[in-house]
Structure formats: structure tokens, C-alpha cells
């Protein structure tokens, strides 16, 4: 009797947010996982996000935050690890082949992961509804990016 592969878990806020790539990147591979969903509710001006707090230190894992992927013993938390993790087991070519290719990827995640992302979600937590600063600041790194892809199709690889 063949053993049933155990489906690896994506934990994340009840929302599309920093885990929406990964569950396309999943899709993309064909990599069948589970979504475990963290709530946070709202009463009488009250944040509650207890759904999260009370298992998150239960999981073990090294830093507890979302997203994670709990992948049977492995476990692994922080965004970009998570897409790393998912790369390297399920497409290491995804994570670059040469040491230069993985080096262009780390530098570009780090301006889109960092600095981009950064620009974009400080917004919506902020209440300021007048997005010209969040705009200003993906046009002063648009150009570098766009001459770091001038030449190829993909970001690393062609």
C-alpha cells in the first residue's frame, strides 16, 4: 500500500497579500498544498488577531510569522525563504544556476521584495489615502530595473 505524500501547508492571513505569489508559484509547479487561513477580526475598534497569537509559538517554528510553509518536518517562515524553499525543492532552476544567476535574483528581490513591497504596503497601513509617495517611489526604481532586464527574457536566464 503506497504511503499518501503529505501536502505541504501554507500559512497566511485570510487574505491575498505576501502569500498570493506563492500559492501562484504552487499552482504554476502543479504542487498540491493546504491553505491554513489566520483570521483577524474587528469589534468596537478592537484589532483582535488571536487566531494567529495563540499558534504561532505551538508551530515550531524558528521565527514565527507569516507566511510559513510547514513542509512534513521541515518548517520555514519569512517570505523570501518561502519562495526559496519552494524553488529549491520543487524547481531549483528557479533559484538561478550559477552563482551569478542567483546573485542577480538576490539583488532584484531585494529591491522588489524590500524596497517596492515596502513602498506599497506602508500605504495601505497608514491610512493615507493620497498615493503620489508610493508612486514617486516605484518611479525613482523602475529605470534600474528596467536596464538590470533589458536583455532578458526572464530575470535570470533566457
Avoid at 524553488?87 to 550559477?98: H, Q
Wanted: with cysteine.
Amino acid at each position: 500500500m503506497d504511503k499518501k505524500p503529505i501536502k505541504p501547508i501554507l500559512g497566511y492571513w485570510n487574505i491575498r497579500g505576501f502569500a498570493a505569489g506563492m500559492q501562484y508559484l504552487f499552482k504554476h509547479l502543479g504542487v498540491e498544498y493546504d491553505f491554513k487561513s489566520y483570521e483577524t477580526k474587528y469589534e468596537n475598534g478592537v484589532v483582535d488577531r488571536s487566531d494567529w497569537t495563540d499558534e504561532k509559538w505551538k508551530l515550531g517554528l524558528d521565527f514565527p510569522n507569516l507566511p510559513y510553509i510547514i513542509d512534513g518536518d521541515y518548517k520555514v517562515s519569512e517570505s523570501i525563504a518561502c519562495y526559496e524553499y519552494i524553488c529549491a525543492k520543487w524547481k531549483p532552476d528557479y533559484n538561478g544556476r550559477t552563482h551569478e544567476e542567483k546573485a542577480r535574483l538576490a539583488m532584484l528581490s531585494g529591491v522588489v521584495y524590500g524596497d517596492l513591497r515596502n513602498a506599497v504596503t506602508s500605504s495601505c497601513y497608514s491610512g493615507n489615502v493620497d498615493r503620489t509617495p508610493v508612486i514617486e517611489k516605484i518611479d525613482a526604481k523602475m529605470p534600474a530595473i528596467y536596464k538590470f532586464l533589458a536583455n532578458n527574457t526572464f530575470i535570470v536566464g533566457n
